[in-house]
């Protein structure tokens, strides 16, 4: 069994749990540190489940607070030393790591934390480095990829193997082109190195759909420049012309930018997951080292 829980999805802070039978993971740690445990609280989750921390990327909507939560439950922090390197340099990150919370990964190599096994992997995006990670246990394999810049083989290479799926769906074109931001800022967005849009993602997923792909979110949505049911509907479309329809073939959701999604529950006697409630619920292998300043 794994459980997911989306905490928050967006520019504003992106953080996601993944809970199994054995211990749980945060993945980015760019809300509050009071959001966080706020909606731990909410949705039932003991922090003494908790083993360590996934950077996919140094900017501050998914690093703000990888200090403060590393600190508060004693939590290793692991990403590449690029990575680590550029959390040291983000002045947006209150706290700093500390040096023997810090674990450097290897991209394409695997490693084992809290009974996941883990490999992070190469997606486009203009920071000092940027990965996405393929996460298997119990036989399913979920995988998660935030700020891409482009849809590479890699990118395809990982959802064809996966049978849960985070893919960025970040922007609507004509939202972007049409909108308030200035020139640069749209350029920077469209470019190799930005983020993926809704009509991207839609063309990462028909090239590579199969049957084994059961569950796709669509996260780290533009408050500015989508609308989740926009991103929805294109992803849907898209698909539908190639006789691929959501929620029949595969279910579909889009994570919320400020408030949590789910959770939901992979089982793997079944194919589906369980839904989620409506409202929240009530009641590896690798060296430490100090990074070079």
Same mark, same amino acid.
Request: a negative charge; charged letters at 20%.
């Given at each position: 069994?794994?459980?997911?829980?989306?905490?928050?999805?967006?520019?504003?802070?992106?953080?996601?749990?993944? !809970?199994?039978?054995?211990?749980? $993971?945060?993945?980015?740690?760019?809300?509050?540190?009071?959001?966080?445990?706020?909606?731990?609280?909410?949705?039932?989750?003991?922090?003494?489940?908790?083993?360590? $921390?996934?950077?996919?990327?140094?900017?501050?909507?998914?690093?703000?607070?990888?200090?403060?939560?590393?600190?508060?439950?004693?939590?290793?922090?692991?990403?590449?030393?690029?990575?680590?390197?550029?959390?040291?340099?983000?002045?947006?990150?209150?706290?700093?790591?500390?040096?023997?919370? $810090? @674990?450097?990964?290897?991209?394409?190599?695997?490693?084992?934390?809290?009974?996941?096994?883990? +490999?992070?992997?190469?997606?486009?995006?203009?920071?000092?480095?940027?990965?996405?990670?393929?996460? !298997?246990?119990?036989?399913?394999?979920? +995988?998660?990829? +935030?700020?891409?810049?482009? @849809?590479?083989?890699?990118?395809?290479?990982?959802?064809?193997?996966?049978?849960?799926?985070?893919? %960025?769906?970040?922007?609507? %074109?004509?939202?972007?082109?049409?909108?308030?931001?200035?020139?640069?800022?749209?350029?920077?967005?469209?470019?190799?190195?930005?983020?993926?849009?809704?009509?991207?993602?839609?063309?990462?997923?028909?090239?590579?759909?199969?049957?084994?792909?059961?569950?796709?979110?669509?996260?780290?949505?533009?408050?500015?420049?989508?609308?989740?049911?926009?991103?929805?509907?294109?992803? %849907?479309?898209?698909?539908?012309?190639?006789? $691929?329809?959501?929620?029949?073939?595969?279910?579909?959701? @889009?994570?919320?930018?400020?408030?949590?999604?789910?959770?939901?529950?992979?089982?793997?006697?079944?194919?589906?997951?369980?839904?989620?409630?409506?409202?929240?619920?009530? %009641?590896?292998?690798?060296?430490?080292?100090?990074?070079?300043?």
């Amino acid at each position: 069994m794994i459980k997911f829980l989306s905490i928050g999805s967006g520019s504003s802070g992106n953080c996601y749990y993944l !809970e199994n039978d054995e211990a749980a $993971i945060l993945i980015d740690t760019g809300v509050g540190i009071r959001r966080l445990k706020r909606s731990m609280k909410e949705y039932g989750i003991s922090p003494s489940k908790l083993k360590g $921390i996934l950077i996919t990327h140094d900017h501050a909507d998914h690093v703000k607070a990888a200090g403060h939560v590393s600190h508060e439950y004693a939590l290793p922090v692991y990403a590449t030393q690029l990575v680590h390197q550029g959390i040291c340099r983000n002045y947006h990150s209150p706290k700093i790591i500390e040096s023997d919370k $810090i @674990v450097f990964i290897e991209k394409d190599l695997p490693f084992t934390l809290a009974g996941f096994q883990i +490999t992070a992997f190469t997606l486009p995006h203009d920071s000092s480095e940027n990965v996405g990670y393929c996460i !298997e246990y119990g036989g399913q394999t979920f +995988t998660i990829m +935030t700020d891409v810049g482009a @849809v590479t083989q890699n990118v395809l290479d990982y959802i064809s193997r996966s049978n849960y799926l985070v893919i %960025e769906a970040n922007y609507d %074109e004509e939202m972007l082109r049409g909108g308030k931001y200035p020139k640069v800022l749209q350029d920077r967005i469209m470019s190799g190195t930005g983020h993926l849009s809704n009509h991207q993602a839609a063309q990462a997923l028909s090239d590579t759909f199969h049957p084994d792909l059961r569950h796709v979110w669509l996260c780290h949505l533009s408050e500015e420049n989508n609308h989740p049911e926009l991103a929805r509907k294109t992803v %849907e479309f898209h698909l539908r012309s190639f006789g $691929i329809i959501a929620g029949k073939d595969f279910q579909l959701d @889009v994570l919320r930018r400020l408030i949590p999604t789910g959770p939901w529950v992979i089982d793997d006697s079944t194919s589906l997951f369980d839904e989620p409630p409506l409202t929240p619920p009530k %009641e590896g292998n690798s060296i430490r080292m100090e990074i070079t300043k």
